[in-house]
Every structure is written in structure tokens, then in C-alpha cells.
């Protein structure tokens, strides 16, 4: 499997090797186009079924867990079975310059998934140009999300998330946002069981700029797949195991879809709304002279030397937002510490016992 951060040239050769060894009768991998730096966009059709299923990952450089999902699928021994119906267009990383650099946006600076009308990038271009050529059937917009989400309560993290993006501003429920929808709920029912956090539901306000929602304008369902966190998962294997299932019911599904649109509407509202309501660390009872503080941290992606580190920085204090962290240290149940920490008014926090040495914002 490949790590949660690769240098683009990595990627190149592990995709190499993974396309290497499929059917060669049934695909073809080209270079359909060129990112800002110059680096080679792939395509790779395979399969030759009726419905045409367009997928693109990594549209923000930092978001490889879907990315890697594309690997583990297409090196599955039941890919065959699973395409049986589909001709499958894959692009597996739309943003190779924000991928190697580790950074949502690409290049030029531009967050592509605003660039949906304005087509100002060379890689919102091509994605169209796949668009208008391929004229697919479903389209799977792979995407992954912070640790930051949660349930609304916050007792469990959004391990997952889906989104039938509206197609208008009124968010009407027309057929093909219905199918989306009947496509979702599939995969929210098989996978509901094997998830440690919760699937959650995205929030569907209209933004014509985001490609989903132009897609969707268009009347082609779209699904907004986030791979989301929970736990130490900060490699991102476990959620990368998970989105393989779900691609893979999400694949099977389309030529399954419900035509009750009633329970379509009412088992899709059931899947839970997140909230932005969860840190990657949460220190409670800590003694100010003020009184007790909890301390929101939360680790800043940074890639090194082709290494990715998780900077912890401490956000806020008593941050009213803030439920639940993935990592709890209660300060007055944790018999690791030792009175020791120190919050400088630089909001800077070390502790010795508890190993902890974080940056202020
Ligand atoms: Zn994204």
C-alpha cells in the first residue's frame, strides 16, 4: 500500500506497477494532460461495460487517502467481477504539483474545486474536457477531510462521509441527485457495521464553482466521497481499507439503483449531519489561575525531506466548538502527570511527564 504522503514520482511508479499488472486487452492508461509544473495528469480506463462511472482523486494535493483506495481497488482480485457493468474512467491524481508539494491547492494557488465554471487551471480544464468527452453516467468526486469532524454530540468521529451535492440553489430533489442519494444510502447500510466512528452526511449548500455541485447542475450524479479520521489513524490505513469497500459498493450500486424515491429521500436524511467538533489532542482540567482550561491542539500537516510530520499547535482555550479529541489527556485522571505543564502566554505548552512540547498558533 502506499503511504499517506508519496512524492509524485513515487506515485508514478507505484501506479505504473499496479496498471502493469491488470488485463492489458481491457485498458488503456495514458497521459491525458499536463499540470501547472508540467507533470503528467493519468487516465485509465478499464472495463467495457453500459454505464460509465467517472472518478478523480487528489483534486487537493493533501487528500491521498482516496487516491491509495484506487490502488487497493484496481489491485483487488474481484475487480472484474465488480466492473462487470461499468466502463470505469479513473483519474487518480487530478492535482500532481499540490500532491507532491502536499498542499490543497495547486500550482497556481488555486483550490480547483472553486474553479468549476471559471476553469482558470489547466487541471480544471482537463477534468471538463474528460467531462464533455467520456459523458458519464455517475460521477465519484474522492476527496478526504481533516480530523476535525465529528458526530453532533461528539461522541464519535466522522470516520466517513458522503455527499448527494444539490445541483440548484433551491436543493431540489430531482432524479439524478435521487440516485446519488440511492447510491449512498447502499453504501451507508453495508458499511454502517465496519466503522469504529460514524458515517456522517456533508453539507449540501450550493456552490456552482465546486465541481460536484456543477456536475450535479448538469443532471449527472455526482457523489462527494471524504475519507475522514478516527482514532491514531494517522496513516490513514484503516480509512484507506474503508473506502476501498465503499468505491466498491458504489461501483456494484449503480446498476442497482432504487426508483423509491421516497425511502431514497427518507433513509438519506437518516444518515447523520456532522459537526466540526473534534482536535487531534484535548487537554482537560488544566489549572489556570483563572480556573480550569481545556486546551484545543491540533496537528499542522507539514512535508520535510519527502517525510510528512503532524505539528501539534495549540488552537484556543475553552473553545466552545471543541467536544472531543482523538487523543484525551484529563489532568486530573492521567497518572502519567506530574503538575508539570506549562501553558507560557504565548499560549506555547510543555510538559516533561506527559512528553508533550506544543507551539502556540
Ligand atoms: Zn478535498
Not at 480530523?147 to 430533489?173: E, N, T
Request: with cysteine; net charge neutral; hydrophobic share 35%.
Amino acid at each position: 500500500m502506499l503511504s499517506r504522503y508519496y512524492t509524485y514520482s513515487q506515485f508514478e511508479n507505484y501506479f505504473g506497477s499496479v496498471v502493469k499488472s491488470l488485463n492489458g486487452s481491457i485498458l488503456r492508461n495514458l497521459e491525458i494532460g499536463q499540470s501547472v509544473l508540467k507533470r503528467s495528469v493519468y487516465g485509465l480506463k478499464i472495463g467495457s461495460g453500459k454505464i460509465k462511472v467517472l472518478a478523480w482523486s487528489q483534486m487537493h494535493g493533501n487528500e491521498s487517502t482516496t487516491t491509495r483506495a484506487i490502488c487497493e481497488l484496481l489491485a483487488s482480485d474481484d475487480l472484474y467481477q465488480i466492473i462487470e457493468n461499468i466502463e470505469l474512467y479513473i483519474i487518480p491524481v487530478l492535482n500532481p504539483d499540490g500532491a507532491d508539494a502536499w498542499t490543497r491547492v495547486n500550482a497556481n494557488k488555486v483550490d480547483l474545486n472553486r474553479d468549476a465554471v471559471s476553469l482558470s487551471q489547466p487541471e480544471s480544464i482537463l477534468l471538463q474536457k474528460v467531462f464533455k468527452d467520456f459523458k458519464p453516467d455517475y460521477c465519484f468526486n474522492l476527496h478526504g477531510q481533516r480530523s476535525i469532524y465529528g458526530s453532533k454530540d461528539g461522541i464519535m468521529p466522522a470516520q466517513v462521509s458522503f455527499l448527494a451535492p444539490a445541483g440548484d440553489k433551491r436543493k431540489l430533489f430531482k432524479r439524478a441527485r435521487a440516485q446519488s442519494m440511492s447510491i449512498i444510502n447502499d453504501i451507508h447500510k453495508k458499511l454502517e457495521k465496519e466503522v469504529s466512528g460514524i458515517i456522517g452526511r456533508y453539507n449540501d449548500d450550493f456552490n456552482i464553482n465546486c465541481v460536484g455541485d456543477f456536475m450535479m447542475s448538469k443532471d449527472v450524479p455526482t457523489i462527494l466521497f471524504e475519507a475522514g479520521h478516527s482514532g491514531f489513524d494517522y496513516s490513514r490505513d484503516e480509512a484507506t481499507l474503508l473506502l476501498t469497500k465503499a468505491l466498491k459498493i458504489a461501483i456494484t450500486s449503480v446498476s442497482n439503483i432504487s426508483s423509491d424515491h421516497e425511502s431514497t429521500w427518507t433513509n438519506y436524511k437518516a444518515i447523520p449531519k456532522m459537526s466540526a467538533n473534534y482536535v487531534d489532542i484535548l487537554i482537560k482540567n488544566y489549572k489556570a489561575t483563572s480556573g480550569n482550561q481545556s486546551l484545543s491542539i491540533r496537528y499542522h500537516e507539514q512535508v520535510k525531506d519527502s517525510c510528512l510530520y503532524f505539528v501539534p499547535v495549540l488552537i484556543g482555550i475553552n473553545r466552545k466548538e471543541v467536544l472531543n479529541g482523538h487523543r484525551v489527556i484529563d489532568l486530573d485522571q492521567d497518572q502519567h502527570f506530574k503538575n508539570d505543564l506549562i501553558v507560557t502566554g504565548d499560549l506555547e505548552i510543555y510538559s516533561e511527564s506527559l512528553n508533550i512540547k506544543i507551539f502556540a498558533n
